[in-house]
């Protein structure tokens, strides 16, 4: 079982940067992919990013190439997500995800309460 607690949420105006953080607890950090979901109200759960247990595989959706990073440290358990230029549009309850295994296909197994996000215009 993995236990993930996600920090870094807020309120910033379009343009803005966030840095989420997620840390796990409950089982070896290295042995599990991570990733990131978010969900606008309304709308269903969708990914953001995700990346295998070193990090040196990432994935992202299209609508945030070139402005959001995924990295982990896997000496401090836990994985971020840096969201530069901000958009209204990314306003969304952001999940973080814990993978069964190292690569992250397939579903997550493992997910954190959600931070919220608000971007305003």
């Known amino acids: 079982q993995v236990l993930l607690v996600e920090s870094g949420g807020g309120l910033v105006q379009a343009g803005g940067s966030l840095r989420l953080s997620c840390a796990a607890s409950g089982s070896t950090f290295s042995n599990h992919a991570m990733g990131w979901f978010r969900q606008a109200p309304g709308k269903e759960r969708e990914f953001v990013a995700n990346m295998d247990w070193s990090g040196a595989t990432t994935y992202y959706t299209d609508s945030v190439k070139g402005r959001f990073t995924i990295s982990r440290d896997n000496a401090k358990n836990t994985v971020y997500l840096q969201m530069n230029s901000l958009k209204p549009e990314d306003t969304a309850v952001y999940y973080c995800?814990?993978?069964?295994?190292?690569?992250?296909?397939?579903?997550?197994?493992?997910w954190g309460q959600g931070t919220q996000v608000t971007v305003s215009s």
């Open positions: 995800a814990g993978y069964l295994l190292r690569s992250p296909f397939g579903s997550p197994r493992y």
